[in-house]
C-alpha cells in the first residue's frame, strides 16, 4: 500500500496494537476479515501521508540473497515487480486500496467496499478506473500482463 519499506515494521506493530486494543469493541457488524483490512488499509494510509515529515535516512541496505538458478527470470520477475509498483504508487489513495485489496488481497468487492466503508458501487468504479491505469502503464513500458 505504498508504505517505505522502513517504515514497514513499524506500522505492523501500529496494526497489532489497535486491533489488541479495539478488538473488545468489534460489533460483528461486518466479518473479523474486512474489519482487520479496514484497520490495516488506515494505517498503510496514516503511514503514508506521514512519511513526508519523516527525515530518517537509511544507512544500509541488506544483501538480496539467490534463490533461484534463473536469473533471467529472476530478473523479468523483478523489473515486473518493479513496474507495478510504480504503477500503482501513481494511484491515488482511494484507487491504490481498492486495487490491492481486490487484485492483490483478493477480496470480493463487497468485502472491499465493507473494509474502506464506501459504497459498493464506487468500489467498483475506482476498481476500473485503477486497473486501467495499471494496464495502461504495462502497455507503455511493453510487458505483458494477465487481463
Not at 479496514?38 to 503514508?48: D, E, S, V
Not at 468487492?109 to 495502461?136: F, N
Amino acid at each position: 500500500m505504498g508504505v517505505a519499506p522502513s517504515d514497514q515494521d513499524d506500522a505492523w506493530q501500529e496494526v497489532f496494537v489497535l486491533v489488541h486494543q479495539k478488538l473488545a469493541d468489534f460489533e460483528g457488524r461486518s466479518s473479523l476479515r474486512t474489519w482487520l483490512y479496514g484497520i490495516c488499509m488506515r494505517t498503510a494510509l496514516a503511514f503514508r501521508r506521514k512519511a513526508p515529515a519523516r527525515r530518517e535516512i537509511p544507512t544500509e541496505e541488506l544483501p538480496e540473497v539467490a534463490t533461484s538458478t534463473n536469473p533471467e527470470k529472476d530478473l523479468m520477475d523483478r523489473r515486473s515487480l518493479q513496474l507495478f509498483d510504480k504503477a500503482v504508487s501513481t494511484l491515488d489513495d482511494d484507487k491504490r486500496a481498492v486495487f490491492v485489496l481486490y487484485e492483490v488481497e483478493q477480496l470480493s468487492m463487497p468485502e472491499v467496499a465493507e473494509a474502506l466503508g464506501c459504497p459498493l458501487q464506487t468500489a467498483y468504479s475506482r476498481h476500473k478506473v485503477a486497473r486501467e491505469i495499471v494496464l495502461a502503464a504495462f502497455r507503455r513500458a511493453g510487458e505483458g500482463m494477465p487481463s
